[in-house]
């Protein structure tokens, strides 16, 4: 689907008047805009989305006077190139280690310009097929074009890698866009942000699939892979190497596999798998929903194939009489306790006082922030409570689907 007919250009550029207008084709795009916040700025000479470091939010800069002139199928065109970047998390997460960043703008750009088509993008820009980049294949991921531009000389340093960039601008291979705040974030704060991103693009699919325009330019390939990313998946093997880091407890048992050092070929030699003890807490509180509690069960069901932890309920304070060791291997259903307030300083003192390697706190998050705690942290909430955390945190925030 083409993005835009109209050839109709306009002279003032005003993102809140012409925005409805640009977008009125496009119901997904239209959805990720009314979320990211918009800021004219001149300090930069085109566009740009990025993440605000104190707040942690989308943001979008640009610059009205780059927009003067310019055809309005060509705005919306940019518009949508800066939300693309978002799908993508081009901005948070996937850039290789050790890239430089222009050679990674640019090859973001590559992947996402060969999704709307040069008809509707600013003269120049760079694109599968334009120019210096004619050799180049469309409809790619970013990572497949930097092992294209690994080969072109315009690029490669000839040993594998890239030049390192400077002295060049984005602009000289037809980066119309500033991505210079792109990275810096902490692994607490990329996680917090990404669940963000996630629930933006759940909503934008929600809107979209009760449009009737639909999904508008998004190809099936990308809903596709928008869809696949919305499917909530806790990979609690990766959560449990978090903690068993800092601890210093271990499973020990004879295998053949293992030579015996003092008796070889005699004696079993001897495994060692490094364990943690791990206290998870479920909020009980009145405004977590029979619907998030039966969503927590399920997630620990799925932990407890890999491991055995403590499970302490809490509102404002701990049910000490309800906390009990959930062994691995067992199943168990939901069950409600408590039915309070919520106060996050009540399991936060109690794991505290524990000899716990980690903690992990499932939860709707609608409490003040909690004292520190003194093993490694995380949270765990429905993906809708994410956005509205009430306080700031380095520590990892993961979101849970509670539609299961």
């Not at 990308?222 to 990313?229: A, G, H, L, P, S």
Request: aromatic share 10%; proline share 4%; net charge positive.
């Amino acid at each position: 689907m083409s993005i835009i007919s109209s050839p109709e250009k306009i002279n003032e550029f005003k993102m809140d008047v012409h925005l409805w207008k640009l977008l009125e084709d496009e119901p997904f795009f239209s959805s990720i805009s009314r979320r990211v916040i918009k800021q004219a700025s001149r300090t930069l000479s085109t566009a740009g989305v990025t993440v605000d470091k104190d707040t942690l939010q989308f943001k979008m800069f640009y610059n009205p006077d780059f927009f003067k002139g310019m055809e309005l199928n060509k705005i919306r065109g940019v518009l949508i190139h800066e939300f693309y970047h978002l799908i993508f998390k081009h901005c948070t997460s996937r850039k290789p280690e050790g890239i430089p960043h222009i050679i990674w703008n640019i090859a973001t750009d590559l992947a996402i310009n060969s999704l709307i088509g040069a008809d509707n993008l600013p003269e120049g820009c760079c694109i599968p097929g334009g120019k210096q980049f004619e050799k180049y294949p469309s409809k790619l991921t970013a990572e497949a074009y930097l092992e294209l531009m690994k080969e072109d000389e315009q690029f490669s340093d000839g040993k594998g890698g890239f030049k390192s960039g400077e002295g060049e601008s984005g602009s000289d291979f037809g980066n119309f866009d500033d991505h210079g705040e792109w990275g810096g974030l902490t692994e607490g704060e990329r996680q917090l942000v990404e669940e963000r991103a996630k629930d933006i693009l759940a909503k934008a699919a929600k809107d979209s699939n009760n449009d009737k325009k639909g999904w508008g330019s998004v190809s099936s390939a990308v809903k596709k892979e928008i869809m696949e990313r919305l499917k909530t998946r806790i990979n609690w093997k990766k959560v449990l190497r978090a903690f068993i880091g800092s601890s210093q407890r271990a499973e020990r048992s004879n295998t053949m596999r293992r030579i015996n050092r003092r008796f070889p070929y005699i004696h079993a030699g001897r495994k060692v798998n490094r364990i943690a003890n791990i206290a998870i807490s479920i909020d009980q509180s009145g405004s977590v929903s029979d619907e998030e509690l039966n969503a927590f069960f399920n997630e620990l069901n799925k932990l407890s194939d890999l491991a055995t932890f403590t499970v302490v309920p809490f509102d404002t304070r701990v049910a000490e009489d309800k906390v009990y060791i959930w062994k691995k291997g067992e199943k168990r259903k939901w069950e409600r306790v408590m039915y309070g307030g919520t106060c996050f300083n009540a399991p936060t003192e109690y794991v505290n006082k524990g000899n716990y390697d980690g903690h992990i706190v499932l939860t709707d998050l609608q409490a003040p922030k909690p004292k520190p705690s003194r093993c490694r942290r995380m949270w765990m909430a429905s993906k809708y409570n994410v956005d509205t955390i009430p306080f700031k945190t380095s520590e990892r925030v993961i979101a849970i689907d509670t539609k299961q």
